[in-house]
Structures are given as C-alpha cells and as structure tokens.
C-alpha cells in the first residue's frame, strides 16, 4: 500500500527558516516571498523595520529584510541589513541560510562568514571540526534552495511542468550525494555529535536521513537514538525520523509529527497510535501539544 502524500519537512517556507508554518501564522510578506514576488516582500518588511520597536526586534526584522534582497540579488542591500541583523547575534544560522547561498562566495561574505562563526564560537565554544560543519551549512542550504526554487514554480501555476520536474530531479540526485557524504562520515567517526559540529551540522545529518529511503531510515534511527541518550542529538529529531519510518510502514505514528493533505489546502495529522497520550509522548521529545503543531507547526528545522 502506497503511503499518503507526507507534507515533508511542514512546509518549504518552515525549512528556510521562517518561523512561519500555515495560513494563519503568515505575514503578507511571508507569503509574496513564497510566490517569489521578492520587490513586494522587501516593501513590507521594511515597513515592519521602520516601526518603533526594541532593538532586538529591529535586528531580527532586518535579517528578513536581508533575506528578501538576496533571493531578489541585491548584494548591497544585503549585506547592509544583514550587518545590522548580526549586531549583537551570534547564530551561524545565516551560514546554512538557502536565501544568501548565491552569496557566498568572494571576500565580502567570506569576512562576514568568519567574523559569524568567531562570535558563535566565543560564545558556544570552539567547532572541534569547523570544515565538516561548514560542509554541513552548506548542504542544508543547498538542499533548501532547490526546494525553494521548486516550490516557488509550483505555487506558480507551473505544477508538474518541465521546470518543476527539472528541480525535482536535482534534488533527487543531491540528496543522494549528501547520503553518501554522511556514511561516510559516520563510517569513519560516528554519528555526527554536537558537541564536535555543533546543533546546526547535526540536525542537517538528521535531516539527511529525514529525506532519505525507508532503508536509509531503518539503517540510522538506533544511531541517532544512542546520540540522543547522550545528549549529541536532540530527542525531538528522533521523533520525526521515526515517525517518518511509521509512515513508510504503514503503521500509526507515536509522536504525531507527520502531516497530510486532505484536499489540498488543509492538513491534518497522519494517523496515531495513542490519541489520548500524543501530548505526553511529544513533551516527552521536547515538542509542543499537537493542538499548538496543527495551528502553528513546531519550526523544528529553525536555526540555533
């Protein structure tokens, strides 16, 4: 029996780090920058820059508006807000950001790149293997740009045209070379660990397998269940990628984390084997109420 249409990942605008998940939740600028009509993005978020607020907000809503001016190409403009974003921020989060990936080349990102990772790193501590974190980054946004692009000729009328197909194709292909990049990482180290790559290379290996096959799956679950144990990965990943392998066996999830559509515009939980314990099992992992997930979604895949 063939599984049910899984909402992978939530939605494509929660993978690129918008803390923005159904109808509700999103902004009108959220939802141009979805369409790729970035000119209309960037004028709301300004607005919302412009008001009177607190200087952490100010800083948050300038890495929206950086966002913005990089999927519209405006290098300038983007490395002025970003600037402003990263005042006093000392998140890597922009490194693994699919928004500036055409960005990251060149001396101007590369010394901005730098000085992000020194301010994490004086505050987090020093990345015992910053070149296989940095490889990582960059995989998770260069998974995340395709989806976007891909999504963005979806929600354009262009459905299952060639272009839609085109970047369905590469990112088969990528994820298979990113699957191959972690097996042999954990071949010769183990599963990838926290407290040697940090949250953000971590949770994009668990993404990795998030992605992958049944077999792929069933083959990395017991090593991300023992770095949980010890406190490497989150437990919260745990719970998606085994209910993700619920899914693929037809079999009720435990932790209600995987959504389907329902007709096309509203969704709704796959099935679950305990309604009446889910809550206990998610807080459990370290997710939200299910209520909250349905209307809000659990952003798992935000930054750290």
């Known amino acids: 029996m063939r599984s049910p249409r899984i909402l992978l990942f939530l939605t494509i605008m929660q993978l690129i780090g918008m803390n923005v998940s159904f109808a509700q939740t999103k902004s ?45 190409g405006k290098k300038d403009s983007t490395f002025r807000y970003l600037s402003i974003a990263y005042a006093s921020n000392n998140s890597v989060k922009v490194l693994r950001d699919p928004a500036f990936y055409y960005f990251w080349e060149g001396d101007t990102w590369n010394a901005f790149a730098n000085n992000v990772i020194l301010k994490s790193e004086n505050n987090h501590g020093k990345y015992k293997d910053l070149d296989t974190s940095r490889k990582l980054w960059r995989m998770r946004a260069e998974w995340e740009v395709l989806s976007y692009n891909s999504n963005v000729a979806k929600l354009s009328g262009l459905g299952e045209s060639s272009i839609s197909r085109f970047f369905d194709r590469i990112k088969d292909r990528l994820q298979r070379e990113q699957y191959v990049f972690l097996e042999h990482y954990v071949t010769e180290n183990g599963w990838p660990k926290n407290s040697q790559l940090g949250k953000n290379a971590t949770l994009t290996a668990a993404m990795i397998v998030y992605q992958g096959s049944k077999e792929q799956i069933e083959k990395y679950l017991p090593y991300i269940k023992e770095s949980c144990i010890h406190n490497e990965t989150s437990w919260y990943l745990y719970a998606y990628i085994y209910d993700r392998l619920c899914v693929y066996n037809d079999q009720p999830q435990k932790y209600g984390t995987q959504l389907v559509d329902i007709d096309g515009v509203h969704k709704g939980l796959y099935r679950v084997e305990n309604r009446d314990k889910i809550n206990d099992y998610r807080a459990d992992m370290g997710l939200t109420t299910v209520e909250k997930y349905l209307l809000y979604g659990d952003d798992i895949w935000a930054a750290y």
């Open 28 to 72: 009108i600028s959220d939802r141009y920058l979805e369409i790729g009509n970035t000119k209309k993005a960037i004028e709301g978020y300004k607005k919302d820059y412009n008001a009177q607020i607190s200087r952490s907000a100010k800083e948050l809503r300038a890495y929206l508006v950086a966002r913005a001016y990089a999927l519209d």
